[in-house]
């Protein structure tokens, strides 16, 4: 019987940009052993990884900047990403010595909830882009940033759930299918960029 690669992932979401090297989502680069921290046999394991084969750090985050030039000046500029953060994902040296369909498992599991966070980011971008702000733009945004927060969390959490952490590769076929699908349904927002006018 093969052995199944349990896994386990962090969520993560954050205002601004982080200093560490990112990977930013992108629906033509996956995610691959070198995105991760090799954790050595007889290497003092980190506590998010508990007694899982690895774990995976992700999230959605934006940036703002002023725009001084152009027909928008004096507009800000939104950006929306989602991202995984190498340096606080780790993954078992036992993996790399695995057979390759036991490694390609783990990693669509680990890119699923990478994809997971990119459907979040583009539910922002689909909130940004079809609610009015009103008078009150940041209190807005940020209340809607809030919500999407909790709510990613709580579907990261129902997907290993319901996959018994990858283990349930019935269950894990299900889920393959309903991100793509949620992928797809909301391709229209995957353009995260937004021109915000901030009230005098």
Known sequence: MKK?????????????MAQT???QWSPSRKLNLSDYTIIKT????????GRNMAVTRTGFVYTMSRINSGADKGKSL?????????????????????SPEDRAYLLNHEQKHFDISEIYARELSRFLR????????MERMTNAM?????????FQKKYDAETANGRNKQKQELWNRLIAQRLKTLQPYAAKDYILSMPR
Do not use: C, H
């Open 4 to 16: 199944i690669l349990l896994t386990a992932v962090l969520f993560w979401a954050q205002l601004v």
């Open 21 to 23: 090297p990112v990977v």
């Open 42 to 49: 007889g290497q003092e394991p980190p506590a998010a990884l």
């Open 78 to 98: 939104i950006r929306i990403y989602a991202q995984m953060t190498p340096a606080r994902s780790y993954i078992l040296a036992e993996v790399t010595k695995g």
């Open 130 to 137: 079809t609610q009015s702000l009103g008078k009150t733009p």
């Open 146 to 154: 809030n919500r999407l927060f909790k709510e990613l969390d709580t």
